[in-house]
């Protein structure tokens, strides 16, 4: 493994020193791998001692050679820290992205099936299957909303400490508990039998669907303002960097530009309303629906990723002035 005889004396004297008998392949065999601090000794050796071809080599061996052998390990540390380092509101915005993700899969679907077509070029046979996806992403869209928004409230309630805080936190969060089960009730029974709902043939009674969602799209604004306005008391506490504060602004926009989406979503719920051609002008509520929710998770998701950011951006300066050096130089040769 080494290049000539002056590296091998410390793996010599590792395997002698660590008293391991050389009478015997598997008496070795279990002194060198049940021996931590004789391996930590060996591999300090050969890391500093061998090239990385033979360093390659020496490891594939000792592997093979201590395969049977029980090892330390503290994977199981690391996953635990990785799984409890995520606090309630990374939980709960996990979750919401999960479900945003089988809402979008379930919009993939309704594509195929024919959603964006005009009513008449979608074939009948697909009519049913289209109004049981819209169906289910309508309970969808009241889950992701309401879970991503508590995620806020949970966040802030870990960032700000105020009593006051907290207590307005905890009522947002009972708010968003009661609208989550009266809104999933509200669409999920709409009619009476709930196949009605997809099932055309099927005579029922049903409630004024276009009502359930304005209702819902006001609430949704009114819940937007809340987020934004809420945090603003702390935050004017605090003593922060001006960079900090462009930080915490560019946040504000985004949570703002969430309020708008939900603006122009309920534009297009009210032009829908009037609409015979649902397969078509539907089209735009869910695009706006979906820009939505985007908008609300990465909100709540910005701040847990600001460190991240932090280390991006000057790794994205660095390369940019490696680029520019480099185009000069180029620039220079030519010239």
């Known amino acids: 493994?080494?290049?000539?005889?002056?590296?091998?004396?410390?793996?010599?004297?590792?395997?002698?020193?660590?008293?391991?008998?050389?009478?015997?392949?598997?008496?070795?065999?279990?002194?060198?791998?049940?021996?931590?601090?004789?391996?930590?000794?060996?591999?300090?050796?050969?890391?500093?001692?061998?090239?990385?071809?033979?360093?390659?080599?020496?490891?594939?061996?000792?592997?093979?050679?201590?395969?049977?052998?029980?090892?330390?390990?503290?994977?199981?540390?690391?996953?635990?820290v990785a799984i409890v380092a995520l606090v309630l509101d990374d939980w709960t915005a996990i979750f919401a992205t999960i479900i945003l993700l089988g809402g979008a899969g379930m919009e993939l679907a309704s594509a195929e099936l024919g959603f964006g077509r005009h009513f008449w070029d979608v074939p009948v046979t697909r009519a049913s299957r289209l109004l049981q996806i819209f169906y289910t992403v309508e309970i969808f869209y009241t889950w992701i909303k309401l879970i991503a928004k508590a995620s806020i409230l949970l966040l802030y309630m870990r960032v700000f400490t105020a009593r006051w805080f907290k207590f307005a936190c905890y009522s947002c969060l009972a708010y968003c508990c009661v609208s989550l089960t009266v809104?999933?009730?509200?669409?999920?029974?709409?009619?009476?039998?709930?196949?009605?709902?997809?099932?055309?043939?099927?005579?029922?009674?049903?409630?004024?669907?276009?009502?359930?969602?304005?209702?819902?799209?006001?609430?949704?604004?009114v819940e937007d303002v809340v987020l934004i306005v809420l945090p603003i008391p702390e935050l004017r506490k605090l003593q922060i960097s001006g960079r900090k504060r462009i930080g915490v602004g560019l946040m504000f926009a985004l949570a703002s530009f969430a309020t708008v989406t939900s603006l122009v979503r309920l534009k297009y719920l009210v032009q829908f309303a009037q609409s015979f051609d649902s397969t078509f002008d539907n089209v735009d509520t869910i695009v706006w629906s979906m820009i939505e929710l985007t908008c609300i998770i990465v909100c709540g998701s910005l701040p847990p990723l600001r460190p991240w950011f932090g280390k991006l951006i000057p790794s994205i300066e660095t390369f940019k002035s490696m680029s520019w050096a480099g185009s000069r130089s180029r620039s220079r040769s030519k010239s």
Not at 12 to 23: D, H, M, N, Q
Not at 195 to 208: D, M, P, Y
């Open 1 to 80: 493994l080494a290049n000539n005889t002056s590296q091998l004396p410390c793996v010599l004297e590792g395997v002698f020193g660590g008293g391991c008998p050389t009478t015997d392949v598997k008496l070795v065999e279990d002194c060198i791998c049940t021996n931590n601090t004789l391996m930590s000794g060996l591999s300090t050796c050969v890391q500093s001692s061998c090239r990385f071809s033979d360093q390659v080599t020496a490891g594939t061996l000792l592997m093979s050679m201590c395969a049977a052998y029980p090892k330390e390990s503290r994977v199981n540390d690391v996953r635990t």
């Open 183 to 221: 809104f999933t009730f509200v669409i999920a029974f709409q009619c009476t039998p709930v196949e009605a709902i997809w099932n055309r043939f099927v005579t029922g009674s049903c409630l004024n669907v276009n009502a359930i969602g304005y209702s819902g799209a006001i609430l949704s604004v």
